[in-house]
């Protein structure tokens, strides 16, 4: 069986059709739940920027990603 067609039994329950980059046959979903503050001070920067809240995570989580494996290779 082809690795995409497994990927796409494994995640039946998500919509196929939500991709966040094209190559992405689904896109994973996390749920995450922030302390009220922290959720006030997103809406606040969102609102600031004119980015989505989602954007700005998906942009701290990645950020934070890319410095941990730069710490981690050096």
Not at 12 to 17: A, D, K, L, Q, Y
């Amino acid at each position: 069986m082809a690795t995409a067609e497994k990927q796409q039994q494994s995640v039946s329950h998500i919509r196929p059709n939500r991709r966040l980059t094209p190559d992405t046959p689904v896109a994973p979903r996390r749920t995450v739940r922030f302390p009220d503050v922290l959720d006030a001070e997103l809406e606040a920067l969102s609102n600031e920027t004119g980015l989505t809240v989602s954007k700005l995570i998906r942009q701290a989580v990645s950020d934070y990603v890319t410095e941990a494996r730069n710490k981690k290779a050096s």
